[in-house]
């Protein structure tokens, strides 16, 4: 099973600074195969980004994603009030199809 | 629109199954995987498995082979999980989401299902 590490665990920022994210996996994944999601309280996960770089339709283009093989990133510039959430990283490549245990981002 | 509505919260005892549906519309219901994800209280998300609703053929985390069972009906454009055995950690919200292919990641979710084991 490849297990996915999410770090840090809490980002707590200003509005208009950037977000980095962290997704780190124990095996290799080929890039295709990894996504990420965004979560808020009391609503079902949202897709960002797909095949780890490709924006999902509707998300804004200060989202961006990059990585390859076990060493994956999601960054979010110029953080607005509505970033607030908990996001999730996903690998598609092997069974189980696993994910990471979460960033929470808190908006200062 | 594209649309997964699902059914409602469920209160089971231990050792009882329950059967959660997910309706599919706007959308070819057979041309999409549907997956299952569950998130316990407070908890991360938790990966189940799939089903193919085109072939029927699915594809279940270790962790729940021998207790869930995926299956669909095209013809009113439903899936279906069934959870058997339940213990108190299966409380959870349960979701559906649907993709094209896996590499495209899920893209519409369920509005979820909450399922609470309790005697």
């Known amino acids: 099973e490849i297990v996915l590490t999410q770090s840090p665990g809490t980002l707590s920022l200003s509005p208009g600074e950037r977000a980095t994210l962290s997704c780190r996996a124990s095996?290799?994944?080929?890039?295709?195969?990894l996504v990420w999601y965004q979560q808020k309280p009391g609503q079902p996960p949202r897709l960002l980004m797909y095949s780890a770089s490709n924006r999902a339709t509707g998300i804004p283009d200060r989202v961006s994603g990059s990585g390859s093989g076990t060493d994956f990133t999601l960054t979010i510039s110029r953080l607005e009030p509505e970033d607030s959430a908990v996001y999730y990283c996903q690998q598609f490549d092997s069974s189980p199809r696993t994910f990471g245990q979460g960033t929470r981002v808190e908006i200062k | 629109q594209v649309q997964l509505v699902q059914s409602g919260a469920e209160v089971k005892k231990p050792g009882a199954s329950v059967k959660v549906s997910c309706t599919g519309s706007?959308?070819?219901?057979?041309?999409?995987?549907i997956h299952w994800v569950r998130q316990a209280p407070g908890q991360g998300l938790e990966w189940m498995g799939w089903i193919n609703p085109d072939s029927g053929a699915t594809n279940y985390a270790p962790k729940f082979q021998g207790r869930v069972t995926m299956t669909s009906d095209s013809s009113i454009s439903t899936g279906y999980m069934d959870l058997s055995s339940l213990r108190s950690d299966d409380t959870a919200v349960y979701y559906c989401?649907?993709?094209?292919?896996?590499?495209?990641?899920?893209?519409?979710w369920g509005q979820g299902t909450l399922v609470t084991v309790s005697s």
């Open positions: 095996q290799s994944v080929r890039s295709s195969y």
């Open positions: 706007g959308y070819t219901f057979t041309d999409y995987y």
């Open positions: 989401a649907k993709s094209y292919i896996e590499a495209a990641g899920t893209d519409y």
